[in-house]
């Protein structure tokens, strides 16, 4: 592959997808900004003017700081390619490395290098949006030391966890023959089952706490709840949410019929039993219908175009020379195919984010149908009203943003759905 092609392949692409993200930026904000001052009909007797506002006004200061951070990262991105960032890294560590330790050691501090160095540039935009969009909207809940902990943790996390199994992919890259994507693409598929496995039971405790849910009476309706739906649950617990954030949820976790259900304090504190009841429902439903499964088995199967794609791409000099990379003469270029390939995945892949928000949303739709029938349709719409009203989710969304970004479908849409 001729480098020149590759380079203006992905300036095009970097250019059309920041194109593409401003203009709809721009459609959704001025959408939001024109239904400021109208409440739509069908919400006008659940949600005040006052809360109608307050919602525009969230959702215009995060489009404000999603341009903010576009910048940021595109600029980072042309930064570490096409201007020579990630070539002068490798120089560096490979020069340091390479002749005390050896090829695996240098390739494993280029990326933990790497990683750092991208750490430390979101740090700041991170605090933004934790400190300033989240403070000023009043659902922030964290202190400096809290969040400073967090980030602590999460990297130490990144490195016990991204170590090992970054050094065995490396590993079977060099090891493995032509094949080795294969490999490599299973492994990286047991270490994903692996972590599902082990995020209720391991990690999500090290950020929060979960205590058993001991109200009685929401344990028996829940309870019903499950036993007609098919499900035996493993437990119900309520997470301490509210201390870091005033956001409400629930979730659903674990594999085969055992399963956990985890209640954001916020969201018990908000709903009512049976607004709970029909809120689990709607996740039941996401499982009732394999939606868990299907999603699981669709990133497997990208995954694995992906690294064979890599496979080809980390043959070619062109894959380097084209991105910015001069690629060792006299060492491994596997730790460079990975980076290189992370970091130029996401200009492209932005034009495929539509279709899997589509199939998001049509996985939203059968969920709140599983949800009406196996429980109140009454209390899933009050359900969804409040919390929309509570988390300031804007109402009148733009249509073409919603197509492009829109995991779940507007609020009014899944109501319509709801009442037919
Ligand atoms: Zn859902």
């Given amino acids: 592959m001729p480098s020149s092609f590759l380079t203006l392949l992905f300036a095009v692409f970097i250019i059309?997808?920041?194109?593409?993200?401003?203009?709809?930026d721009t459609r959704q904000a001025?959408?939001?900004?024109?239904?400021r001052d109208t409440v739509p009909a069908a919400f006008a007797?659940?949600?005040?003017?006052?809360?109608h506002q307050r919602a525009a006004n969230y959702t215009l200061d995060k489009l404000r700081f999603g341009l903010l951070s576009t910048a940021v990262s595109t600029v980072v991105l042309v930064g570490w390619t096409l201007l020579g960032g990630l070539n002068a890294l490798n120089i560096a560590v490979r020069d340091a490395v390479l002749p005390a330790w050896g090829a695996l050691p240098y390739q494993l501090v280029l990326l933990g290098a790497f990683t750092l160095i991208g750490a430390l540039i979101e740090l700041p935009l991170e605090a933004w949006h934790?400190?300033?969009?989240?403070?000023?909207?009043?659902?922030?809940?964290?202190?400096?030391g809290m969040w400073l902990g967090d980030q602590a943790k999460q990297l130490l996390l990144g490195l016990l966890l991204g170590g090992p199994i970054a050094a065995l992919i490396?590993?079977?890259?060099?090891?493995?023959g032509a094949q080795w994507w294969l490999w490599a693409w299973g492994a990286w598929v047991a270490f994903s089952l692996l972590l599902m496995v082990i995020f209720p039971i391991f990690i999500a405790p090290l950020f929060n706490k979960f205590e058993p849910l001991k109200d009685q009476g929401l344990i028996d309706r829940v309870n019903a709840l499950m036993a007609r739906c098919g499900f035996t649950a493993k437990g119900f617990f309520v997470m301490d949410g509210s201390r870091r954030s005033a956001h409400a949820n629930a979730y659903f976790t674990g594999l085969g019929a055992a399963k956990r259900v985890v209640f954001y304090d916020t969201l018990l504190s908000k709903l009512t039993h049976g607004e709970v009841?029909?809120?689990l429902a709607h996740e039941l439903g996401h499982f009732k219908h394999h939606h868990v499964?299907?999603?699981?088995v669709m990133m497997f199967a990208l995954s694995l175009a992906g690294f064979a794609l890599l496979g080809?791409?980390?043959?070619?000099?062109?894959?380097?020379?084209?991105?910015?990379v001069r690629p060792n003469l006299n060492a491994t270029n596997d730790a460079l195919a990975l980076l290189l390939f992370m970091l130029a995945l996401p200009p492209f892949a932005f034009f495929i984010s539509p279709l899997f928000a589509y199939f998001s949303r049509k996985d939203e739709y059968e969920a709140d149908a599983y949800a009406c029938a196996q429980a109140s349709g009454s209390d899933l719409a009050s359900a969804l009203i409040k919390l929309y009203k509570d988390n300031s989710s804007t109402l009148t969304p733009d249509p073409m943003y919603v197509r492009f970004h829109y995991s779940h479908p507007p609020a009014s849409e899944r109501l319509a759905a709801m009442q037919a």
């Fill in 16 to 24: 059309a997808s920041l194109l593409t993200k401003l203009w709809l």
């Fill in 170 to 176: 490396l590993w079977l890259m060099g090891a493995a």
């Fill in 312 to 324: 080809w791409l980390s043959q070619q000099v062109g894959f380097y020379t084209g991105l910015g």
């Fill in 130 to 144: 934790t400190f300033r969009l989240e403070q000023k909207h009043g659902f922030n809940r964290m202190t400096w």
């Fill in 293 to 296: 499964l299907k999603r699981m």
């Fill in 277 to 279: 009841e029909a809120v």
């Fill in 45 to 51: 007797p659940h949600v005040p003017a006052l809360s």
């Fill in 30 to 35: 001025r959408h939001v900004a024109r239904h």
